[in-house]
Structure formats: structure tokens, C-alpha cells
């Protein structure tokens, strides 16, 4: 089944629902029928006005991600979460659930460049942001798949899958290497470079194990504020973990003519035993 509702795209059959946004393309909810808990958290307080960004989900950060100097002109993380995007097409069976989502062309950016969405829902969720150009010149982005995962309790949380890695740490700019399995407790802002590898998230209150894979990202970017920014309800920072596939800084994407990026992540969850 599925249902557009007031700028919300509603997946659900046997094996899961799901909830996507017109706005910003973000796919705010994901529930397997197995788990008791949805795999994103989202912001209490977002209004979700077609005006500011959704916080929580999956923002699309797209054409440009962080303080990147590239592409500058435009609003920090990019204007993709800041966009209406078209739906094109949904196809709903009792194993698979798929669907396209386009954004609609800014001629105040550049017209000859194209991004689209597709996500598909089997025994995982899968995204693919794809970006293609039909230009006659390079295009230089940087971009990523700002995943909000919503875990039981952030202090009690081991993220998998970075030991032994370099990352540049945005609060004070230096590189450091990961020396054990992460558990963050306090203002947490990274980017693990050159890192193509899966990550899990152990999260023993819930009592599961999130998988995130990946293809078309050179960078993994882990964050969580430590404090309540806009559109959270007090302390709910501490309910969730941000692993984000990126491609930013040096190792941003130079896209030639007539072709095309994909950057995608598939997203499984299983029970703690």
C-alpha cells in the first residue's frame, strides 16, 4: 500500500512501513515489522512548514555538505533538504516496496545537472541518491545521507567499524586515529577519511543491531551535538547517533560530462543476542 498525504509518501506492507518527505526528499520514518522502535529518530518539534530543514531522518545534502569552500554560494549542507522534490513513480508489493523521487531544477544553480532518489525496501531499506550531468563541463560537489539513527540511549551505544581509522575532528581540526569502537558521551563531529567499510550500531537498550552499508562514499562523518538544537524536545540528543555516508573536503566528486554518481547505503537491523 501506499498513500501520499500532505507531502508525505506512506510505504507499508507485510515486511515494513515507511514515511518520506516531499520536502527535502527525507525519508523521516522506517519500521520493520520486527522491531518495536523506528530505525530514524526525528526531531519533537520539527513543523515540517516547507521552510526550514527536517531535522532527523535522512537529510539529502546535496550539492554541497558542511563548510565546504566548493560550491559556497550555496546554503550550508546544500539546498536539496531545502527543496520540494517530485515523486515519479511507487511500486508496493508484499516483499518490495520501491520509489523514485526527482528534484525539481533551481536555475539559480545549474539546469544541466540532475539528482534523483530511489529508495527500495526489501529485507533492508535502500537509498541511492544519483547525481548526473548533462553538461558539457565537470561538476565538482560535495554530499551525504545526514542519517539520524535512533538508539535507546547514545551513552549506551558502540558504533562498529572505525578502529584503526584517521578522522579529522571538526571541533578543533586535527586528525586523529580511532583507537577502540566509538561511544560517544559528549560533543562528538568527525570524518572518517578514505573509510568504505560497513559500520554497526550496537545499541543494548533497544536490544539491536543496526547495520549500515555503503557504496560511492569515500568518507564516514559520525556526529551527535551533545545538547538540544533546533527542533529537538529537551535531552533528545541523547537518543540518537548521526553515521553519515559523505563525500566532502579533498575527496569530493568531480562528475564529467555525460556521467553519473551514485552514492548509496543500505540500512538492516537484527536483534541483540
Not at 74 to 82: E, S, V
Not at 187 to 216: C, L, P, W, Y
Amino acid at each position: 500500500m501506499s498513500v501520499k498525504d500532505s507531502g508525505f509518501i506512506i510505504l507499508n506492507n507485510r515486511r515494513a512501513e515507511c514515511k518520506i518527505s516531499l520536502w527535502g526528499a527525507n525519508i523521516v520514518s522506517y519500521r520493520p515489522k520486527t522491531q518495536e522502535h523506528d530505525v530514524f529518530w526525528l526531531g519533537d518539534l520539527n513543523k515540517f512548514d516547507n521552510v526550514q530543514a527536517i531535522r532527523g531522518g535522512i537529510p539529502v545534502c546535496w550539492p554541497r555538505f558542511a563548510e565546504e569552500k566548493l560550491n559556497d554560494h550555496l546554503p550550508r549542507h546544500g539546498f536539496a533538504r531545502l527543496s520540494d522534490w517530485c515523486l515519479h513513480n511507487v511500486q508496493v508489493d508484499e516483499d518490495k516496496m520501491e520509489a523514485k523521487l526527482s528534484l525539481l531544477p533551481d536555475a539559480k544553480f545549474n539546469v544541466n545537472v540532475t539528482a534523483d532518489l530511489f529508495v527500495k525496501i526489501t529485507d533492508k531499506l535502500e537509498c541511492t541518491l544519483e547525481t548526473v550531468n548533462n553538461g558539457n563541463d565537470d561538476f565538482r560537489f560535495s554530499e551525504a545521507l545526514h542519517a539520524y539513527f535512533n538508539v535507546g540511549s547514545r551513552d549506551e551505544t558502540e558504533i562498529k567499524g572505525l578502529t584503526g581509522h584517521q578522522y579529522r575532528n571538526a571541533l578543533d581540526g586535527k586528525i586523529y586515529t580511532l583507537e577502540n569502537d566509538l561511544i560517544i558521551r559528549k560533543e562528538f563531529d568527525a570524518a572518517f577519511m578514505n573509510h568504505t567499510q560497513n559500520v554497526e550500531i550496537v545499541d543494548t537498550v533497544f536490544n539491536r543491531i543496526i547495520s549500515v552499508e555503503k557504496s560511492g562514499s569515500n568518507t564516514t562523518v559520525v556526529w551527535n551535538p551533545d545538547k538540544d538544537l533546533a527542533e529537538m524536545s529537551l535531552g533528545q540528543y541523547k537518543n540518537f547517533v548521526c553515521v553519515e555516508p559523505a563525500n566532502q573536503g579533498a575527496l569530493f566528486v568531480t562528475l564529467p560530462p555525460k556521467e553519473k554518481h551514485r552514492l548509496s547505503m543500505a540500512v538492516s537491523v537484527r536483534d541483540l543476542k
